[in-house]
């Protein structure tokens, strides 16, 4: 409860017959991803499915694997594969929000549950008050066991008006629950510099001037899409270089007439011959001018 409001998950039958869960529980180590997607969806529930330390600090990885019991490696893992499922954003000043969270809260003030109970009571007539409540209730405790562990009689059951209302209510608090659904912040290209100091914090190995004028040129789009995290797309970039990484082949001097030595041994002898191979140069050299002139 916070702030006087009581605050539920709403996880519908079909929930994990959902695509998206069906498709998050195939992945390695899917079942812990999961449990720790429902823990940041508990968490988020009475922040408006917004996540963070405090209003100066956001979470870490390393922080939300401390708070929610769960690996750090998986937690790493799970966020990437989260953003990917369009189930979680990270925004610009790093908020993790939780973007289903307005179809799965449900809430209600402490102060609306009286309320409905007391119109329940005007409506069939009961006309006490909670004081009167309390005392027929210790009257009750306080009478023969023979009726321990039966309904009394004069217990009033739901009307349709009741389930009506009931209905009424529940539905103004969905429909408020959406209208404080935050509108999904505009996209904003990252500078060079924003993106070297995100390649420097996760220990990424891609060119963030590379990475930075690849999307100024096709106007900041995934495929067809307008962009909507560069920091996702950042981590994509990294894994997709990690993958097409290979290493590079051991090269071999080639064996020539400069290199394989071992070929053409040195001796006094072959000294001897290419110095007689100069002198007949030169004497010739000296022949052709002498009969030019």
């Not at 708070?67 to 790093?94: C, F, K, N």
């Not at 007391?118 to 210790?138: F, L, N, S, V, Y």
């Amino acid at each position: 409860m916070a702030g006087g409001r009581y605050f539920w998950l709403k996880l519908k039958r079909d929930f994990f017959k959902r695509h998206d869960i069906t498709i998050l529980e195939s992945f390695p180590d899917g079942k812990e991803i999961l449990l720790f997607y429902i823990k940041l969806l508990c968490e988020s529930a009475d922040h408006d499915g917004r996540l963070r330390f405090s209003d100066e600090i956001p979470y870490t990885w390393s922080m939300l694997s401390a708070v929610t019991r769960t690996d750090q490696e998986i937690v790493h893992a799970a966020m990437e594969i989260l953003q990917e499922l369009g189930l979680v954003e990270i925004l610009d000043d790093a908020t993790i929000y939780m973007k289903k969270i307005g179809d799965m809260v449900g809430s209600e003030s402490a102060e609306a549950g009286k309320k409905r109970e007391q119109r329940r009571r005007k409506e069939d007539g009961e006309g006490t008050t909670e004081g009167q409540a309390e005392d027929t209730e210790g009257t009750t405790e306080g009478q023969d066991g023979d009726n321990e562990g039966q309904c009394p009689d004069n217990v009033p059951t739901m009307s349709d008006r009741d389930k009506s209302i009931e209905f009424r209510d529940q539905n103004n608090i969905e429909k408020e629950n959406k209208e404080k659904k935050p509108a999904r912040p505009r996209f904003v290209p990252p500078t060079i510099e924003e993106v070297t100091a995100l390649v420097r914090e996760r220990g990424y190995h891609i060119n963030p001037e590379t990475f930075v004028r690849y999307y100024e040129s096709n106007g900041w789009k995934v495929g067809k899409n307008q962009m909507k995290d560069w920091k996702a797309a950042a981590a994509n970039w990294e894994s997709r270089e990690n993958k097409d990484r290979k290493p590079a082949p051991k090269q071999e001097a080639p064996r020539g007439k400069f290199y394989a030595f071992e070929e053409h041994p040195h001796t006094p002898e072959s000294d001897t011959d290419f110095e007689a191979q100069l002198l007949k140069k030169q004497r010739e050299e000296r022949e052709r001018r002498r009969r030019e002139k």
